[in-house]
């Protein structure tokens, strides 16, 4: 079994990581991460796919969970690329993270989340951040 994730580093991000992971111990699935920077940050630009790439292998590494890390090429759009990483694994999961919404926000997805839910042939597990408490 395959499960890919997008992942930024974000705390939707973060969640949707933590949620494929524990998906990926419970049914020994191999992990695929769709990783790229969290292009909202101010100093995205300053830091490098490589550096991106080393933080998340550091943190997969000692999970004892199989991963292969794609890092996320910036002219592929990032929903087309979730969906394809998908369909060429034979992925029987995908996961994403949402960001909490306005109240008028919330009849508007983010497009990648959209598109996402909308196209995958595979069942999509979509997971909010937690609470600060």
Known sequence: MKIVVGY????EGDAALDAA???????????LVISGPDTGADNAFEISLEQHADALHARLDGL?????VYPHD???DPAD???DRARTSG???IVIGLRRRSPVGKLI????????????DAPVLAVK????T
Do not use: K, M, Y
């Not at 004892?64 to 292969?68: A, E, I, Y």
């Open 8 to 11: 930024v580093h974000t705390p």
């Open 21 to 31: 992971i524990g998906q990926s111990r419970s049914s020994d699935a191999e992990l």
């Open 64 to 68: 004892h969970v199989r991963n292969v």
């Open 74 to 76: 910036p002219t592929i």
């Open 81 to 83: 690329e979730i969906l």
């Open 91 to 93: 992925a029987e999961l």
């Open 109 to 120: 997805l983010g497009s990648t989340a959209q598109r996402v839910l909308l196209e995958a």
């Open 129 to 132: 951040r937690q609470p600060a």
